[in-house]
Nanobody, 124 residues
Framework: QVQLVESGGGLVQAGGSLRLSCAASGGMFSTYAMAWFRQAPGKEREIVTAISRRGGSTFYADSVKGRFTISRDNAKNTISLQMNSLKPEDTAVYYC?????????????????WGQGTQVTVSL
């Protein structure tokens, strides 16, 4: 099993940017599809973006297309989420997740490995 630790959350004004990172350990990182999910209070956990094992395939939720960018560095066992043009509706706890799969799942049920989450708050 891979262990995941997120960092980089915080408070930002609308229109600003944040960069989240997720460090993985304890597994062969390059065999895992990776994803960012988020969960706002009172709402279900939803996928934000995901990336395939080697980074050749990505998925973005419609709500973040053109604003967020996922990337991975298999040499450093990390993924990152660059978030630009942030909106108040992006406020949530953001979770890093890993799935030992060839394809890129977009359902949280397909990801058995999760980080503890990092809070992102976007103010007006």
């Amino acid at each position: 099993q891979v262990q995941l630790v997120e960092s980089g959350g915080g408070l930002v004004q609308a229109g600003g940017s944040l960069r989240l990172s997720c460090a993985a350990s304890g597994g062969m990182f390059s065999t895992y599809a990776m994803a960012w999910f988020r969960q706002a209070p009172g709402k279900e956990r939803e996928i934000v973006t995901a990336i395939s094992r080697r980074g050749g395939s990505t998925f973005y939720a419609d709500s973040v297309k053109g604003r967020f960018t996922i990337s991975r560095d298999n040499a450093k066992n990390t993924i990152s989420l660059q978030m630009n043009s942030l909106k108040p509706e992006d406020t949530a706890v953001y979770y890093c997740a890993a799935a030992n799969r060839v394809f890129v799942p977009n359902s949280p049920d397909m990801y058995p490995n999760w980080g503890q989450g990092t809070q992102v708050t976007v103010s007006l």
